[in-house]
C-alpha cells in the first residue's frame, strides 16, 4: 500500500498558524522545513512509501539521498515542477477589454463593425516551478522500527522569508508525508531523527504499591503541582484503578505520553501536552506511539481507540478493555 493509498493530504490554502509559531520559537536564524514519521519494516517492504522511492530489499531499507517528486504525486508536486497561474484575488480588480468584429445587422454580407466592452477582473499571476527536492534521512533501530524524515531542499532564513517558497515548502512535505513541521539548519539529520523517537520505560506496578502520580511527572519533567497536572492525577488515579499491570512512560522531542500497560497488546496512552483523550493502542503500539496525534487522527487505517475526557469516559474506557480481554476488576490477565 503506498502513501497515496493510505490517504494522502493535499497541501496548505496559506502557511499555518503552527508553522509560524514554530519559526519563533526556533533558535536557530536558518531552518528546513520537514517532518518525521515511525514505521516498522514490514510495511516499508509492502510498499506504503513506494512513492518516495523508499524501500526494502533483504531486510536492508533502500532509498536516495534527495529526490525530485513527479505530478502523479499530487498538485503540489505537480507545481513545483511546472509552475501555476493563481488568481490573485488578494489584490485590487483592473479593466480587462475584449473586441471583436460583429456583422451589420445580422448579416455579414452587408459588411462589419467593431465591437467591445470592458469589465473588472481579478489579477493572475504566473508562478514558475521551483523544483525544490526532497532530501530523505533514516535511522532503524534494533526493534525493527525505522524513523524516516524528509527536509525540502530549501534553507529559509527567518529574517527574510519568502511567503511562496515557504508555503511550497509546507506543501510538499504535507501532500506526501503529513503536516509539516520546522527542523533548525544546525541541527544534524541524525539528531534530529534520534530525537523523535518516544523512549519507553516500564515502571512496574508490584503487589499492594501503586506508582504515585508524583513519581510519574517526574519521570516526565513535569511539575505535579500545575492546575493541568492536577487532572492529569485524576485520571491517573481513575484509571490505575483498572488494574493495569504496568505504569509506562515515555518522552520524545515533541511528545511526553504516559499510560498503563494490561498487556503486551493492549496499553492505554495519555498524552501529557494535548490531554484532550485517551488513545487505547493494541498490538502495534510502539509504532503508533511515535505518530504524532494529528498523524493518528487523520490516518482512518491506524488500529486504536480514542476516549475523549467527557462526561462518562472511566466507563467507556472499561468497555473497551472488557472488549479486548481485561477485567478491570480483576487485574492483569
Not at 96 to 112: A, L, T, V
Not at 305 to 315: C, F, P
Request: hydrophobic content about 35%; charged content about 25%; overall charge negative.
Amino acid at each position: 500500500m503506498t502513501m497515496g493509498e493510505a490517504g494522502s493530504m493535499s497541501g496548505y490554502r496559506k502557511v499555518p498558524n503552527a508553522i509560524r509559531e514554530q519559526i519563533t520559537a526556533c533558535n536557530a536564524e536558518q531552518f528546513y522545513v520537514g517532518r518525521t514519521r515511525s514505521f516498522t519494516m514490514s510495511e516499508i517492504a509492502a510498499g506504503v512509501l513506494g512513492e518516495l522511492g523508499i524501500t526494502s530489499v533483504d531486510g536492508e531499507l533502500r532509498h536516495e539521498e534527495s529526490i525530485l517528486l513527479g505530478p502523479e504525486n499530487g498538485r503540489w508536486s505537480k507545481w513545483n515542477l511546472e509552475g501555476r497561474r493563481v488568481c490573485r484575488k488578494d489584490l485590487p480588480k483592473v479593466e480587462k477589454s475584449w473586441g471583436w468584429d460583429s456583422p451589420n445587422f445580422g448579416d455579414w454580407n452587408r459588411g462589419s463593425h467593431p465591437v467591445s466592452f470592458t469589465k473588472e477582473v481579478y489579477q493572475w499571476q504566473i508562478r514558475f516551478g521551483r523544483r525544490l527536492a526532497l532530501l530523505i534521512d533514516s535511522q532503524q533501530s534494533d526493534d525493527e522500527t525505522v524513523v524516516v524524515g524528509i527536509r525540502v531542499d530549501r534553507v529559509f532564513d527567518r529574517s527574510d522569508i519568502e511567503e511562496d517558497d515557504l508555503l511550497m515548502a509546507c506543501s510538499l512535505v504535507r501532500e506526501n508525508f503529513g503536516s509539516a513541521s520546522i527542523l533548525p539548519s544546525d541541527v544534524t539529520a541524525g539528531d534530529w531523527l534520534a530525537r523523535q523517537r518516544v523512549q519507553w520505560e516500564l515502571l512496574p506496578i508490584g503487589q499492594g504499591t501503586p506508582r504515585p502520580f508524583d513519581e510519574v511527572a517526574g519521570h516526565l519533567n513535569a511539575d505535579p503541582g500545575t492546575p493541568r497536572m492536577r487532572n492529569m492525577r485524576q485520571r491517573y488515579d481513575t484509571v490505575l484503578n483498572m488494574n493495569p499491570g504496568a505504569v509506562v512512560v515515555g518522552s520524545g522531542e515533541f511528545t511526553r505520553y504516559f499510560g498503563f500497560k494490561f498487556r503486551d497488546d493492549l496499553v492505554a496512552l495519555e498524552n501529557l501536552d494535548y490531554g484532550n483523550a485517551l488513545y487505547v493502542m493494541y498490538e502495534d503500539w510502539p509504532t503508533l506511539s511515535q505518530r504524532s496525534r494529528l498523524d493518528l487522527l487523520s490516518d482512518p487505517d491506524a488500529n486504536f481507540d480514542r476516549v475523549v475526557h467527557q462526561a462518562g469516559w472511566a466507563e467507556r474506557l472499561a468497555n473497551l478493555l472488557v472488549l479486548h480481554g481485561h477485567n478491570p476488576r480483576v487485574g492483569p490477565n
